[in-house]
């Protein structure tokens, strides 16, 4: 049976251009990047020019490139930095709809000896920018908020947070993880001192990371040991996945405005399929703020889990939030915040499309979802219909 692959909000597959331009690096040119030699030398070399082509993507420098091992690091790092280079200051602000690895990671440090604010959202997944105007002090250290949200895919309007913090001299972070490759990653125009992003988001291979830090800002970092990236990110290179980030970042660039059209419009048939065709059902999100393959949904009276394997078992794969948090019983931290009752958030269906895809795919999703859907209302007792 083939697979429907709509969990591209999880991962992607590695894109065959970006595995034959990292192949190399495992076998042939294999050499230790710090190494003296010559045959070091050559893949020390290979770092540099990739250093600088995902610079260049991002309107950045080379020396405000530092290669770490996903997005969780990279937004560790960032927010761990910018609360070690101010001491004084131990108010962070961020918001109800982060990923684990900025939600998580602030949870503890407010456990610990940190303030935080977390910036509520309204029942469409929009900041609430009043809220995080009035939060801006002298005792916030930095600022860290998601572009897009992984499970939803809102935007937020970093450009404007950004600025605003700036302006009061606050460290801004953001986590970019979700909106590599489909959004435009001009750090200039985003005003941020610090971005995240994940190779595996944008057709490159899990396992390695980008962390973006504007020249100027005070920076330590989360690892020591060896000098390697500038002393910044201590450890041996990656080398063939610092490859194959930099290939999979070029490619996303180029492919960017032709796939977004198109995935676009698959993902408003899939939407407009499924409201018209499921009763009870509701998409997550705002309806025209959101990354172009992102469709999330609640379905009354029954559980996504049960959605989900039902659709496993017909050969589509989807999710019914954030892949690092599906383990858990708990429903969506993202849809509580949106105002969403326990019983209705549990009920969430995350379908995420990629430049794979095709509108087959979203027929064939059309076609077994509303049996799905009907079948386990009639199983559950809450459903009276």
């Not at 049976?1 to 969990?7: C, G, P, R, V």
């Not at 895919?153 to 970019?176: C, K, N, S, W, Y």
């Not at 948090?325 to 105002?339: C, D, F, Q, R």
Request: glycine residues 8%.
């Amino acid at each position: 049976m083939k697979t429907i692959y709509l969990d591209n909000n999880a991962t992607t597959r590695v894109a065959p251009e970006v595995l034959t331009e990292m192949t190399p690096y495992f076998s042939e040119f294999y050499g230790n990047p710090s190494s003296m030699h010559s045959f070091g030398g050559q893949v020390a070399k290979k770092i540099a020019e990739s250093r600088a082509k995902v610079a260049a993507l991002i309107g950045a420098d080379p020396d405000e490139i530092i290669f770490t091992s996903c997005g969780t690091e990279s937004d560790n790092t960032a927010i761990h930095s910018a609360l070690a280079v101010n001491p004084e200051k131990r108010h962070i602000i961020t918001s109800r709809v982060e990923h684990p690895a900025v939600k998580a990671l602030c949870e503890h440090l407010a456990e610990k000896d940190c303030r935080v604010t977390t910036i509520e959202v309204d029942s469409a997944g929009n900041l609430d920018m009043d809220q995080y105007k009035k939060s801006l002090s002298a005792d916030t250290a930095v600022v860290s908020l998601m572009w897009a949200n992984n499970e939803t895919g809102v935007i937020f309007p970093v450009e404007e947070a950004a600025q605003l913090a700036r302006e009061r001299g606050i460290l801004f972070h953001t986590d970019a993880v979700q909106a590599g490759g489909s959004l435009d990653l001009d750090v200039n125009a985003l005003n941020v001192d610090l971005m995240s992003l994940s190779a595996h988001k944008f057709y490159g291979p899990k396992g390695i990371g980008i962390l973006y830090a504007r020249r100027g800002i005070p920076f330590l970092p989360m690892q020591t040991g060896g000098g390697h990236e500038r002393g910044r990110r201590a450890g041996t290179e990656n080398v063939a996945y610092i490859v194959g980030i930099a290939t999979a970042l070029r490619l996303a660039y180029e492919e960017q405005q032709e796939s977004n059209t198109r995935i676009a419009r698959l993902r408003d048939k899939l939407i407009a399929g499924v409201l018209e065709r499921i009763p009870d059902s509701r998409l997550t999100g705002h309806p025209a703020q959101r990354l172009p393959n992102s469709a999330s949904f609640l379905f009354k009276y029954i559980e996504g889990e049960s959605t989900l394997l039902r659709l496993d078992l017909l050969g589509v794969a989807a999710s019914s939030g954030s892949a690092c948090t599906s383990g858990s019983l708990e429903p969506s931290h993202v849809l509580t915040a949106m105002g969403f009752r326990h019983e209705e958030a549990h009920g969430s269906l995350r379908l995420t499309l990629g430049k794979e895809n095709s509108e087959a795919d979203v027929d064939y999703v059309l076609g077994i979802l509303p049996g799905i859907v009907e079948k386990l209302r009639r199983m559950s007792p809450l459903f009276d219909g």
